[in-house]
């Protein structure tokens, strides 16, 4: 089990200012509360996250998947570190890091119920081939795409794929932020987020 602070069991996002950071990107706060909601995380689910980065999707599905298991896989040492100093941070000890490039690092794992994919270092398709040897029926595939080309390498993988229903929703953030007397609006970068469920 985990588990840190009592704020965790009571609140299932956790605020970006909690996590350890670095050079590798992290999924933000909004886009990860969508990202878990689509993912329909239960509490014995066997969860993977593939390009974990700083961990903070790993951490937002271990919350959730607290009888089961979460699997990060991350290719980056400072990732790796990352993962492993904002797990400790927050008392989270159901997320097992692998540190491999997709689908290396894959062969070990067991049965998934969900898969999020944050980075697929240009190999999305054989990821994808992997996961579906290893997702059950009525699991989850939930991806996040920063490029049109990610997306539309996702799209067209799931339309040759008669054994799966897949949605898309594009996301667009923006904060505010003080600038002077005046708020201002401050765009972050928008995402795809693409669910699918296999059949």
């Known amino acids: 089990m985990y588990f840190g602070g009592d704020w965790l069991m009571r609140r299932f996002n956790i605020p970006d200012s909690e996590f350890i950071r670095g050079k ?3 999924t933000k706060e909004e886009i990860r509360i969508l990202t878990i909601a689509k993912a329909n995380i239960c509490p014995e689910d066997v969860v ?5 980065g700083t961990g903070s999707l790993s951490c937002e599905a271990a919350l959730h998947a607290y009888n089961g298991q979460v699997y990060a896989i991350e290719r980056k040492a400072e990732g790796i570190e990352l993962i492993k100093a904002n797990t400790e ?5 159901n997320i097992k890091v692998i540190e491999a490039e997709a689908p290396e690092g894959m062969e070990q794992l067991p049965k998934l119920n969900v898969a999020i994919i944050g980075g697929s270092g240009s190999k999305l398709a054989p990821i994808l081939d992997k996961i579906d040897g290893l ?6 595939i939930v991806l996040n795409c920063i490029t049109i080309q990610t997306l539309s390498q996702c799209l067209e993988y799931m339309r040759q794929r ?3 229903e897949y949605a898309a ?3 667009q953030v923006s ?8 708020d201002m609006a401050e765009a972050m970068n928008p995402i795809f987020i693409v669910t699918c469920v296999k059949k």
């Open 169 to 171: 929703v594009q996301v």
């Open 135 to 140: 997702l059950v029926t009525g699991g989850r």
């Open 162 to 164: 008669e054994d799966y």
């Open 175 to 182: 904060r505010w932020k003080q600038v002077g007397p005046y």
């Open 89 to 93: 941070k927050l008392g989270i000890g």
């Open 48 to 52: 993977l996250d593939v390009g974990a």
């Open 24 to 26: 590798v990107p992290m």
